[in-house]
């Protein structure tokens, strides 16, 4: 079952850049972003890792950790994050575990085929793992921006 807005974070176990691991015991304490996206070295991808890594010391100043998650492996993310100066760690999902718990794989056509993919789409989960915000679909244009003013208002209450 998918996680609701305003209900906890079921568990979950993934392996992260740097090699970290990340759960809802590490992020204890802190607020985090979830940002999923299609594929590493993508431009709009890239766009939208960039706008995050732009405004990372804001969302460290609003006790806001950030992840990016897709399905490519840790190697292809080490590389992803070397090159664009990354400064967050970014989640290997190769058995979808988190883009189930999410609910992030949609059918997406390209060149006229059909095939199950990631929808962009971004959560905001509060300092005790609940779930407050969520983004599907996402355009990259001003969604950074959006997602740190609801990161900051909920750092605030």
Do not use: C, M, N
């Given at each position: 079952m998918a996680v609701q807005i305003d209900q906890h974070v079921p568990p979950f176990h993934a392996h992260a850049t740097s090699e970290?691991?990340?759960?809802?015991?590490?992020?204890?304490?802190?607020?985090?972003?979830?940002?999923?996206?299609?594929?590493?070295n993508t431009p709009g991808c890239t766009t939208e890792g960039q706008g995050f890594r732009d405004l990372h010391e804001a969302f460290g100043e609003a006790n806001t950790l950030v992840f990016g998650i897709s399905r490519d492996s840790l190697k292809t993310h080490e590389n992803f994050k070397a090159k664009q100066g990354f400064p967050f760690e970014l989640?290997?999902?190769?058995?979808?575990?988190l883009c189930q718990l999410f609910d992030v794989i949609k059918l997406k056509k390209l060149y006229g085929k059909?095939?199950?993919?990631?929808?962009?789409?971004t959560f905001l989960i509060d300092s005790e793992g609940m779930l407050?915000?969520?983004?599907?679909?996402?355009?990259?244009?001003?969604?950074?921006?959006?997602?740190?003013?609801?990161?900051?208002?909920?750092?605030?209450?």
């Open positions: 970290s691991q990340v759960s809802l015991e590490t992020l204890k304490g802190k607020q985090a972003v979830f940002y999923f996206y299609p594929k590493d989640i290997s999902d190769k058995g979808e575990q059909e095939y199950l993919g990631v929808d962009r789409s407050r915000h969520e983004w599907r679909s996402v355009k990259v244009p001003g969604h950074v921006e959006a997602v740190l003013r609801a990161a900051q208002a909920l750092h605030r209450k």
